[in-house]
């Protein structure tokens, strides 16, 4: 009785907050349907939030492949929310459970916390020598999210139930970015009508992210082996996201491709022929297609990419000796967080070989390269602390593998095999765009350590989690065979 006496005031205080909330609700839904529905599910996610942090982040990696949809305002409103609520129910976990609180990043990898603090440290100093303070501070803002985002992941994730779902939602994300792009034609009358861009709204990256749906995609495939329903849908995926891969028409991207399809390969284990001769079925594929049914303006593309044309013609080159000037002339602090795009314009006058100087003077925007952009405005310190993160994440992925293998979980295994190739192919790709800051990038890198996580809790009971079940169930005892009690003495049997 005291016990229940002691739970109707929390009741009635829930009621009580309920009631505001839900009027509130229904008068905006009169006012307005939409933004009804918009406060509705944003109650719904909050109450999966405070109830289930796991699953609120595999809703928010499906929620940030739909950021750039048409109904682009409401979808990146519905993110930012998202992640703000995401990033309130991470701190009142870490409040509250002890046993999360010591299983913290902070605690656990002292060596990434530090990586993390100093950037984010390093970026917001730089807004000091910004000469754009306003640019310096989103950015900074920017960079500051990721990273909190990249810790919530590692606490959220902590069964490889978790685990499998986060990296599901990845494969589900790409799959209806594919699909969209292939349904939703490209704008006629946009500058690149001839190539895909689906709700990313660049080509470029989408052909990023495609390689990474590509290799988890392959690997859910081998992973979810017996499970035909898995099996269908993430072969499906594969299909569409090289597909959609093919229009693109991305350089970059193919570079990307190549460069996951060696990685699955030299990192394939005891999956290398099967993966090896996927890979060759996917390069077939490729040279068929751009040989034979490409539309002319794509084959052109790939056709022309050679050192002299592309000095002339693509504008890339030119924006890469802006950004290697910038760096050089301030080289260990950069020109400040953001202002690349700001400070552009002084280097595009110096003396050497710029040939579309007209893309930096009237339309001046991103380096177009994840890591030069990020030496240019945060110099060799910035940069170093940033490659170190990279490298920290795809290393405890690698580390993740291996435990997996020795704790006998194939299927753990093979997914954990499969974010190394993606993430191998989407930070290659990555060379030829600005995502350095992009919450994809960042949530695939924080699978890394989380993963690792998984696979050290998971170390004494993972092999008789899923080859070695019915086998235990078997040899398990009887019960009461060794119940407590007197040892009787051996008597003879009766006749």
């Known amino acids: 009785m005291g016990a229940a006496a002691e739970r109707i005031p929390n009741q009635w205080v829930a009621a009580a907050l309920a009631i505001p909330v839900l009027a509130a609700i229904g008068f905006v839904a009169g006012a307005e349907p939409k933004f009804g529905i918009i406060a509705a599910l944003t109650l719904v996610y909050a109450l999966i939030v405070f109830t289930n942090l796991a699953a609120a982040l595999t ?20 993110t930012k929310i998202a992640g703000l609520l995401l990033a309130l129910g991470w701190l009142t976990r870490v409040a509250t459970h002890e046993e999360d609180r010591r299983a913290v990043i902070f605690s656990t990898h002292p ?4 990586l993390l603090t100093l950037f984010v440290a390093w970026v917001g100093l730089s807004i000091v020598w910004a000469e754009d303070v306003a640019l310096a501070i989103d950015q900074a803002m920017v960079f500051l999210l990721v990273a909190i985002l990249y810790v919530i992941v590692y606490t959220a994730v902590r069964t490889r139930r978790q685990a499998m779902n986060v990296l599901g939602a990845f494969v589900l ?12 034609r490209p704008d006629p009358n946009s500058q690149s009508a001839e190539r895909l861009a689906s709700t990313i709204n660049d080509p470029n990256f989408l052909a990023a992210i495609l390689v990474a749906g590509i290799a988890l995609g392959g690997a859910g495939f081998l992973a979810a082996r017996g499970n035909r ?34 990685a699955a390969v030299a990192f394939g284990g005891r999956w290398r022929p099967q993966i090896a001769l996927a890979a060759a079925t996917v390069v077939a594929l490729a040279i068929g297609y751009y040989t034979t049914l490409a539309p002319p303006e794509l084959t052109q593309r790939l056709a022309s990419a050679t050192q002299g044309e592309v000095s002339r013609l693509d504008t890339r080159s030119t924006i890469w000796t802006v950004a290697w000037r910038m760096a050089t002339d301030s080289p260990l602090t950069g020109v400040g967080v953001g ?35 990020p030496f240019a405005e945060l110099g060799l310190v910035g940069a170093a602390l940033f490659l170190s993160i990279l490298a920290f994440s795809i290393g405890c ?21 499969g974010l190394v190739v ?17 919450k994809f990038v960042w949530l695939m890198l924080a699978m890394g350590p989380a993963l690792l996580s998984v696979a050290e809790r998971s170390a ?34 009766v006749p």
């Open 59 to 78: 809703i928010l990696v499906v929620i940030v492949f739909l950021e750039s949809t048409p109904l682009a305002g409401p979808a990146l409103s519905a």
């Open 397 to 417: 992925a690698v580390r993740a593998t291996r435990r997996f293998q020795a704790n006998g979980d194939l299927r753990m295994e093979i997914l954990a095999r």
């Open 460 to 493: 004494t009971d993972a092999p008789g989690e899923e080859r070695h079940s019915a086998t235990n169930r078997r040899r398990a005892p009887r019960p009461f065979s060794h119940s407590p009690g007197p040892r009787r003495s051996a008597l003879p049997r």
């Open 111 to 114: 060596a990434l916390s530090y």
């Open 422 to 438: 993606s993430l191998v192919g989407l930070l290659t790709s990555a060379f030829f765009i600005s995502a350095e800051a992009n």
């Open 339 to 373: 202002n690349f795009e700001a400070r552009s314009i002084d280097y595009i006058i110096q003396p050497g070989s710029t040939y579309r100087t007209d893309r930096v003077i009237d339309n001046p925007g991103v380096s177009h390269n994840s890591y030069l952009g």
């Open 173 to 184: 994300g790409t799959g209806i970015t594919a699909t969209y792009g292939l349904i939703i």
């Open 229 to 262: 329903i898995v099996q269908a849908g993430a072969l499906t995926t594969v299909l569409l996201c090289l597909t959609a891969f093919a229009l693109t028409g991305s350089r970059g991207g193919i570079v990307g491709l190549a460069a996951a399809l060696i």
